[in-house]
């Protein structure tokens, strides 16, 4: 059986990973951090970390593609996208007033996850603009906290799952920005990875490390891929951390390695001067409901 690496019981992350395996048996091992997600797979401990890379209304999860790209080498076997549905959580009857209403008024400080948090910040400003935001691991770490602390006016921001998990209330349902809030996963680990379902296609991401004083390389880097008509879906630039204004360019090629334009493409570019990180080629998985609102 897979032994797979995961944020707590009750995370978006969590609920993602059993949407992805569907009724498959697996051994799933939770850890608080994402950085022990990570380790438990590089040091072998188990086959694969889930790790959420994209999401809709906060765009890149800048820590985790910097894990992927300077801390450990994983690379990436699969790639699917999920709904981040984040509720306002308590305990139950704290934010109500005698009539059974609901009552913000109470609420003191709302603790989540820094991505979770940022997904609702339009609800927080027009209900709560005066609690205090505290970013903690996990949104199921949050609700924890709240589960232990009651009475002092915290309140969660987390999944249905997470509130189940903990014996908590949903307060209000549904509180992000936009309601097609999607975070985009990638599962990591050594081995490829066969799941008995279709994916709608293949992706390969890689790292291009650009050569010091060379008009147009970019250009010339995007140009390899163009001429040959393969489609990117994303480039993004991080910085290498070796030497301000040095960056690296995660991008995503809608082909598998194994086509026979892409490692020509590849080619190209290192005869540039280019340093080429192949970070993984892999199957992706769209969800149903996304596919439908974004036609
Ligand atoms: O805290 C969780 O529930 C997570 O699974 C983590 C995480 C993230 O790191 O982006 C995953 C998806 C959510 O949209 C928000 C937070």
């Given at each position: 059986m897979k032994s797979i690496a995961v944020l707590p019981q009750g995370t978006v992350s969590h609920e993602a990973l059993l949407h992805l395996f569907g009724g498959e048996p697996v051994s799933i091992v939770h850890h608080k951090l994402i950085s022990d997600v990570f380790l438990s797979t590089a040091g072998g401990t188990t086959d694969y970390s889930v790790i959420p890379i994209e999401n809709t209304i906060d765009g890149s999860v800048s820590l985790h593609i910097d894990w992927l790209i300077n801390e450990v080498n994983l690379p990436m076997q699969a790639e699917w996208i999920f709904p981040s549905i984040q509720n306002l959580i308590g305990h139950p009857g704290e934010f109500k007033n005698s009539s059974g209403e609901k009552d913000y008024s109470g609420i003191r400080k709302i603790l989540s996850h820094p991505v979770a948090m940022a997904q609702c910040l339009q609800f927080i400003r027009a209900h709560v603009p005066w609690a205090e935001l505290e970013?903690?691991?996990?949104?199921?770490?949050?609700?924890?906290?709240?589960?232990?602390?009651?009475?002092?006016g915290w309140a969660a921001i987390g999944t249905a799952l997470g509130a189940a998990t903990h014996g908590l209330e949903i307060v209000e349902r549904k509180i992000t920005d936009h309601h097609n809030?999607?975070?985009?996963?990638?599962?990591?680990?050594?081995?490829?990875?066969?799941?008995?379902?279709?994916?709608?296609?293949?992706?390969?991401?890689?790292?291009?490390?650009?050569?010091?004083?060379?008009?147009?390389?970019?250009?010339?880097?995007?140009?390899?891929?163009?001429?040959?008509?393969?489609?990117?879906?994303?480039?993004e630039s991080r910085p290498t951390k070796k030497k301000l204004g040095t960056y690296y360019f995660y991008i995503d090629v809608l082909e598998p390695i194994e086509s026979v334009l892409l490692p020509a493409a590849i080619e190209e570019i290192k005869a540039l001067g280019c340093q080429v990180r192949?970070?993984?080629?892999?199957?992706?998985?769209?969800?149903?409901e996304e596919k439908a609102e974004v036609q």
């Open positions: 970013s903690v691991g996990s949104t199921s770490e949050a609700v924890e906290i709240v589960k232990n602390n009651p009475g002092r809030n999607y975070t985009r996963f990638v599962l990591v680990g050594p081995q490829k990875l066969s799941l008995p379902k279709k994916s709608s296609g293949d992706k390969t991401s890689i790292l291009v490390t650009l050569p010091e004083d060379f008009p147009g390389a970019l250009h010339q880097v995007l140009a390899a891929f163009a001429w040959r008509r393969l489609n990117l879906s994303r480039i192949i970070l993984g080629s892999y199957p992706t998985y769209t969800y149903e």
